[in-house]
C-alpha cells in the first residue's frame, strides 16, 4: 500500500499535538483514517489527470482548479454531514449507496474501454482543436472529473469515518472533525499533484532553456516523457475506476475475491483482490454501458 500520503497525514498530526489536545485527537484519527484510504487518494490521482489532457497550457491549472472546488464541495457540503446523519439514522444504508455509486464508477470505466475498442466516426484536426478549446467541452470535462471524484470521495470519506467509529472514545464531533480534516488533506494532496503532473512538460521546457547541460538533459527528459505518463495515467486511471468500482461491489456483498484462492493478507492477496475486483468490474461496467446504448438508440429513434 502506498504510504507516501500516510507519512504526511502522520507528520501533520504531529504538528497537531502541539496545537491543542482536541487537535491532536482529530489529527491522530485522520492520520489512521488516511492510511487506510491511501489506495484510494491515488487511484483519485491516477484518474484525474485525463480529464485535463488536450487543454491549452493556459488552461490546464484553472480546470484543476475548478474540479479542487467540486471536491472540496463534494466532500465538505454533501458527503460530510450526510455520512454523519446516515451512520447516525441509518447506518445500514451507507454500503447500498457506496455500492451504486461503485456501479457508476465500472460504467465509466467500461465506457472509456468501450470508446477505444469500438469504430467510431474520424474527427479532422480543426474540428477536434475546437472542440478542445470551446468553453462548452472544459465545462462537460470539469462536471465529469467532479461526478468521478464525488464516488471517490465517498469511498475515502466512508473509510474514514468507519475508521474515527473504530475507536475506543468517539463522538460525533469527533468524527465531524476528523471528517473535515481528511477532506482537506486529501484534496489539496490531490490536485497538487495532479497540478504538478500536468505542468511537468512546461518546467521541462524551462530547464531545457537553462545554460547548464545538467537542466537540460532533465528539461528534455521530462518534455520526452510526460506524454508517455500522461498516456499510461489515463490506462491507469481507467483500470482504477473499474478496480475500485468493482471492489465496492463485492466487497459490499461480504466478498473478498483473493479469499477464494486461500490468500487473506500481504501483498498477493492485495494484488489478487484488486485483478479479481477490476474483472467483476469490467463485467458489471460492460452490462450497465451495453444497456445504456441500446436506451439511447431507441430514444433517437
Not at 163 to 190: M, N, P, R, Y
Not at 231 to 251: F, K, N, P, Y
Request: proline residues 3%.
Amino acid at each position: 500500500m502506498p504510504s507516501g500520503l500516510a507519512a504526511l497525514l502522520d507528520d501533520i498530526a504531529t504538528i497537531a499535538k502541539v496545537a491543542a489536545a482536541s487537535v491532536d485527537d482529530v489529527a491522530a484519527a485522520a492520520g489512521k483514517a488516511g492510511s487506510k484510504a491511501a489506495g484510494v487518494v491515488i487511484d483519485d490521482t491516477a484518474v484525474t489527470p485525463q480529464y485535463v489532457t488536450g487543454f491549452t497550457p493556459d488552461r490546464e491549472l484553472p480546470i484543476i482548479w475548478r474540479i479542487a472546488k467540486g471536491s472540496f464541495f463534494n466532500k465538505l457540503v454533501i458527503i460530510l454531514p450526510v455520512a454523519l446523519l446516515l451512520s447516525l439514522f441509518l447506518p445500514w444504508a451507507i454500503t447500498p449507496i457506496l455500492m451504486l455509486g461503485g456501479a457508476y464508477l465500472c460504467f465509466e470505466g467500461a465506457e472509456k474501454v468501450w470508446e477505444k475498442i469500438a469504430p467510431h466516426e474520424e474527427v479532422g484536426l480543426a474540428e477536434e482543436l475546437a472542440e478542445l478549446t470551446s468553453s462548452e467541452h472544459e465545462t462537460a470535462m470539469v462536471k465529469g472529473a467532479v461526478r468521478t471524484d464525488f464516488i471517490l470521495s465517498a469511498e475515502i470519506m466512508a473509510i474514514a469515518l468507519n475508521e474515527v467509529k473504530g475507536l475506543a472514545e468517539t463522538s460525533i464531533w469527533l468524527e465531524a472533525g476528523t471528517l473535515a480534516f481528511v477532506a482537506i488533506i486529501v484534496t489539496i494532496g490531490v490536485y497538487g499533484v495532479v497540478g504538478l503532473i500536468v505542468k511537468m512538460d512546461d518546467i521541462g521546457l524551462k530547464l531545457a532553456g537553462r545554460e547548464d547541460a545538467g537542466s537540460q538533459a532533465i528539461g528534455r527528459a521530462l518534455v520526452k516523457g510526460m506524454p508517455k505518463l500522461l498516456a499510461a495515467l489515463s490506462t491507469i486511471g481507467t483500470a482504477a475506476m473499474l478496480w475500485v468500482g468493482g471492489q465496492i461491489i463485492v466487497h459490499g456483498f461480504g466478498i473478498h475475491p483473493a479469499e477464494f484462492l486461500g490468500l487473506y493478507e500481504g501483498a498477493l492477496a492485495w494484488v489478487a483482490d484488486a485483478a479479481m475486483s477490476g474483472v467483476v468490474g469490467l463485467a458489471i461496467g460492460a452490462v450497465i454501458v451495453l444497456v445504456y446504448h441500446q436506451v439511447t438508440k431507441r430514444k433517437a429513434h
